[in-house]
């Protein structure tokens, strides 16, 4: 009894084994031999080898063994994954598959011939654990796009456009997988080419109007409504040589071919998309006036005043037309150009541009004045300078007798009694007044400000009163900044104060500190001080060279010179010469070379240094 089971695990063991390294199907080795058909024939042999074994565990069974052993039920699941995983691989590949083809049917497993009862029992098995071992299902994958424009896609070595049939589930029959349905490309809107006027170029004599849009289908009305309009839309018309070029130009205005207009004296530009990609530059000439026509224009324009106010309501009366100068253009006058090969007069594409040039025409009268020769402020500017004279002579003539009397001059200049000479002037005052006290209010000016101006005011007069001359008038605006700031009480340690250093340091496009250093200098010794502070020079040899030997005997150290510079070995004190041949005295910190201005100038170099509180220290 126990020698079939051990037979039976023997022949399952074998079984494996040859499963195992089974060799490759007949043919896989031959070049361009597709992988999924190897897979296919791996299966149907994974197939007939599952059917021998469930001959061999039916014959144990019948034999006395048990009808379903543990070890049999495990086998049997791994051959329903491997056959899984196959279909799963296959259904792989029919997706990446550019064209669907179909393969040759797959090889109808083995099954055991004559026992019926086998076959059923290993049918059952793998029915029951078919959904044992589910792996997971391609169409749950995003399916690859495929592309619906080429019907033949190119063919490859290495890779096949056919779709392949998925080996049949145990017990079921197979189905070829279908390949997703070509999506159509989504339709993508024309995109509309730029427009190619330059309207940041417009001025009196060149305007841009943007192009029109196409009109409502069912609008048969006329492209002019007012009566210049129209005579400009009868000058085309009576010009022209053929009435279908015409009709197929009045179509491509009513469908807004026409691009931006471009209106210049004497000239209408725009470019015109015709059966080509490229648009066609299509100009239309008119005659400009001459100075005499223009006159003769403007003067019938001035005789009445309903002229004028029509123009600038934008109409045009009739009565302009009639003036003896032909505003208007006739049969002929317009004289188009295109870029087209068409050699009618006018084509198709002036003929739109003409259509579209009188819908301008229609709400701006003044864009016929600018094709005859000036802009719309010119011609207003005329008429205004025309019509003033006009109105001067008539009140002129209007105007009453003059009353007699003698002209202020010749009264004047007459010779009359002796005057008594002017009394002598008055002694100017010992100091210039306090202004007032300016009120603040809101919105109104910083008071501080009218204040600093006011005062400044007061002693510039003063000063020039005295003295005979304006000591500010020679001063730049940097100088005169100084001085401002310097008039002012205080160093800037005040919120007005540093306000006012603040508002005049932007003035003058120089920092708060400048200003602050220059104020010191100024307070130091005025205008030539700030030059001290400012301006090196080389000095003249004599005091200079005298003031080394000066400060030596005074128990100083010897400083160092340069230019017209002596400074304390320390770093910390410096003298400076300035043309006035007086000595400024400077200070800093130690090796910081931020030299402030101290002390009074002084013509002896050590009475300059007097006084110092770094020299007490040193």
Request: aromatic share 6%.
């Amino acid at each position: 009894m126990s020698a079939a089971p051990d037979a039976a695990d023997a022949g399952d063991g074998g079984a494996d084994g040859i499963r195992t390294g089974s060799p490759r199907p007949e043919g896989a080795d031959r070049e361009g031999t597709d992988p999924a058909d190897w897979d296919a024939a791996s299966d149907s042999t994974e197939d007939s080898e599952a059917a021998e074994d469930s001959e061999a565990a039916e014959a144990a069974g019948a034999a006395g063994g048990p009808s379903s052993r543990p070890g049999d039920i495990a086998r049997e699941a791994l051959r329903a994954a491997r056959e899984e995983r196959a279909r799963a691989r296959a259904r792989e590949q029919v997706d990446e598959a550019k064209r669907p083809r179909r393969d040759p049917a797959p090889r109808v497993p083995r099954t055991t011939r004559g026992d019926r009862a086998a076959d059923r029992r290993a049918r059952e098995i793998r029915e029951s654990l078919a959904d044992a071992f589910l792996m997971p299902d391609a169409t749950d994958a995003p399916t690859p796009a495929v592309s619906a424009e080429t019907d033949t896609p190119p063919a490859s070595a290495g890779a096949s456009a056919r779709s392949r049939v998925t080996p049949p589930h145990a017990g079921t029959t197979g189905t070829t997988a279908q390949p997703p349905a070509p999506q159509p490309p989504a339709a993508q809107p024309p995109a509309a080419p730029p427009s190619m006027a330059a309207p940041a170029r417009d001025g009196d004599h060149r305007r841009t109007f943007p192009p029109f849009p196409p009109r409502p289908s069912g609008d048969d009305g006329p492209f002019a409504e007012t009566w210049w309009g129209r005579a400009w839309v009868t000058a085309l018309e009576d010009g022209a040589l053929d009435p279908t070029r015409l009709a197929r130009g009045r179509g491509y205005a009513e469908q807004g071919h026409v691009d931006a207009i471009t209106v210049t004296p004497g000239l209408v530009l725009a470019y015109v998309q015709g059966s080509r990609p490229r648009p066609y530059r299509v100009q239309v000439r008119l005659r400009t006036f001459d100075d005499a026509d223009w006159d003769r224009f403007l003067d019938a324009a001035a005789d009445r005043p309903g002229h004028i106010a029509a123009l600038l309501d934008k109409e045009m009366p009739q009565s302009l037309a009639d003036c003896g100068v032909p505003l208007l253009p006739g049969p002929g006058d317009l004289a188009p150009r295109c870029s087209c090969p068409d050699s009618g007069h006018p084509c198709k594409h002036a003929a739109a541009l003409c259509y579209q040039t009188a819908r301008l025409l229609d709400a701006d009268p003044f864009v016929l004045l600018l094709l005859r020769g000036r802009g719309e402020h010119e011609v207003i500017d005329a008429l205004s300078r025309l019509s003033a004279a006009r109105a001067a002579r008539a009140a002129q003539g209007r105007e009453p007798e003059p009353l007699p009397g003698i002209r202020a001059t010749d009264a004047v200049s007459r010779r009359g009694p002796e005057l008594p000479p002017l009394p002598a002037p008055l002694p100017p005052p010992s100091h210039p007044e306090q202004p007032p006290v300016y009120p603040a209010s809101p919105g109104g000016p910083d008071p501080f400000a009218l204040d600093q101006l006011a005062t400044d005011a007061a002693a510039r007069a003063h000063a020039l009163l005295t003295t005979g001359r304006d000591p500010v008038g020679t001063l730049s605006l940097w100088h005169d900044a100084v001085r401002l700031a310097a008039a002012r009480p205080g160093s800037g340690l005040t919120a007005g104060t540093r306000a006012l250093y603040a508002s005049l340091a932007r003035a003058a496009g120089r920092a708060p500190g400048d200003l602050a250093r220059a104020v010191a200098a100024w307070r130091q010794g005025g205008p030539t001080g700030l030059a001290v502070l400012e301006e090196p020079w080389d000095p003249p040899a004599g005091r200079f060279d005298r003031a080394r030997p000066l400060l030596l005997a005074a128990d100083f150290p010897a400083f160092r010179p340069w230019r017209n510079r002596l400074t304390h070995p320390r770093g910390h004190v410096q003298l400076r010469l300035g043309r006035d041949h007086l000595w400024y005295a400077y200070e800093s910190e130690p090796g910081q070379d931020d030299w402030w201005p101290r002390g009074t100038p002084d013509p002896d170099p050590v009475g300059a240094l007097t006084g110092l509180d770094t020299l007490g220290d040193a």
